[in-house]
């Protein structure tokens, strides 16, 4: 295979890399953005449990409604405030 035409695909494959990799961050980044605008700590896991602590669901009204409602849901299902 000639040099051009490795470097070329060299240079696809970084283009591509670099853009998924943006991907990547620009996901992480609206997840975190998301995850403490709306506070919805609702699966309780070990991230969950991190966050809310940083950022607790009290703290807004939209929190507070979030929290509301979460509460409402688990009193319907009959599951109480904590989860396992």
């Excluded at 620009?26 to 975190?32: D, G, Q, V």
């Excluded at 009290?58 to 509460?71: D, K, N, Q, V």
Aim: overall charge positive; glycine content about 6%; charged content about 25%.
């Amino acid at each position: 295979m000639p040099f051009s035409v490795c470097a070329r695909r060299s240079s696809v494959w970084n283009s591509h890399a670099r853009t998924w990799t943006w991907m990547g961050a620009i996901s992480a980044a609206e997840f975190l953005v998301r995850k403490t605008y709306f506070r919805n700590y609702y699966y309780r896991g070990p991230f969950e449990r991190v966050w809310e602590k940083l950022f607790p669901a009290e703290a807004t009204p939209m929190g507070r409604r979030s929290a509301a409602y979460i509460r409402m849901v688990r009193e319907k299902l009959g599951q109480g405030r904590d989860r396992p």
